[in-house]
């Protein structure tokens, strides 16, 4: 098989993964917009490379007819959430989707791998649309925490300098660490609520802000400047209270005087 060939076979797997980061990058944009938790935290994807497709191959004889039904993973999608609890989550917006079709799922949160690997993997189907018309193609979705993410990472680094002969003794410090990555997702998770209320209420007073300096500099073009000035400073004095009611409060008042303005600008122009 030459170059050509493998350039080929992968380009559709690159546009689906470029395509599906695009579209997991907007539903976290999404639950922000709407002040809402994210239970995806990081969204990145990979196409595997050739020198990895080939070792896989090789491991389970599988020919290169047969590679792109039995190598489910040429296409990945990694999803980090905060939270374990985030993960099922995750699993059912995904699952909800009309444009993925699951093909199976593989638990190692429930059942965790002898390396002490902890990951759900969705194998869905996806489609993308080429010069020769749809393509269906499998993608891997790896849905993980973070603590588990920084374990896998490390754990695969090691691969690469060990392959499968990691020795005795890293071994067991792995296996160590993956019962800390354990105990340290399920202390997070004991105070998941209130770190959720914290970081909900970070994006509203983000929006909150963004939304008020708009206005004012909306007003500004508008209205008397010294007047918009005082607005201005009024906002800076209860911003520095870091009191999110009284940001709100503040927030719908300066709707109202942005209402009126708008109600004189209409009149006059009458
Ligand atoms: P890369 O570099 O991401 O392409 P397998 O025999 O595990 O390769 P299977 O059963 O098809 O084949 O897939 P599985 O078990 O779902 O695993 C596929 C991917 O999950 C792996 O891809 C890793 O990214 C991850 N993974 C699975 N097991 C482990 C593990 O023990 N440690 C770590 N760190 N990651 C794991 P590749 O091909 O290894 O790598």
Redesign the pocket.
């Known amino acids: 098989m030459d170059i050509q060939l493998w350039h080929e076979i992968l380009e559709p797997y690159e546009l689906a993964v470029q395509e599906l980061v695009v579209k997991f990058r907007y539903l976290i944009k999404e639950h922000h917009e709407k002040s809402l938790y994210s239970p995806i935290e990081n969204v990145s994807g990979r196409v595997?490379t050739v020198a990895?497709i080939l070792e896989?191959m090789q491991r389970k004889h599988i020919s290169v007819d047969e590679l792109e039904e039995q190598v489910?993973?040429i296409a990945?999608i990694r999803l980090i959430c905060q939270f374990v609890e985030d993960i099922e989550k995750v699993s059912e917006l995904i699952k909800k989707r009309s444009d993925i079709e699951i093909k199976g799922e593989?638990d190692y949160i429930k059942n965790m791998?002898d390396?002490g690997?902890r990951s759900l993997?969705l194998i869905i189907y996806y489609t993308v649309e080429t010069l020769n018309g749809p393509k269906k193609l499998q993608v891997?979705i790896?849905i993980r925490t973070m603590a588990m993410d920084f374990w896998?990472t490390i754990?695969?680094s090691l691969q690469y300098k060990y392959k499968s002969n990691i020795p005795q003794h890293i071994k067991e410090r792995l296996s160590n660490a993956a019962d800390a990555i354990i105990a340290l997702d399920n202390e997070m998770s004991t105070v998941r609520s209130e770190i959720m209320d914290a970081q909900i209420s970070s994006q509203i007073q983000i929006k909150l802000v963004t939304d008020i300096l708009n206005s004012i500099e909306n007003l500004y073009k508008m209205s008397n400047k010294r007047e918009v000035a005082k607005i201005q400073d009024e906002f800076y004095r209860i911003y520095a209270l870091n009191d999110l009611q009284q940001l709100k409060r503040f927030h719908t008042q300066l709707d109202i005087i942005a209402e009126g303005y708008r109600a004189q600008a209409v009149t006059r122009e009458f």
Do not use: C, N, R
């Open positions: 595997k990895s896989k489910e993973d990945g593989k791998k390396s690997y993997h891997e790896q896998a754990e695969h």
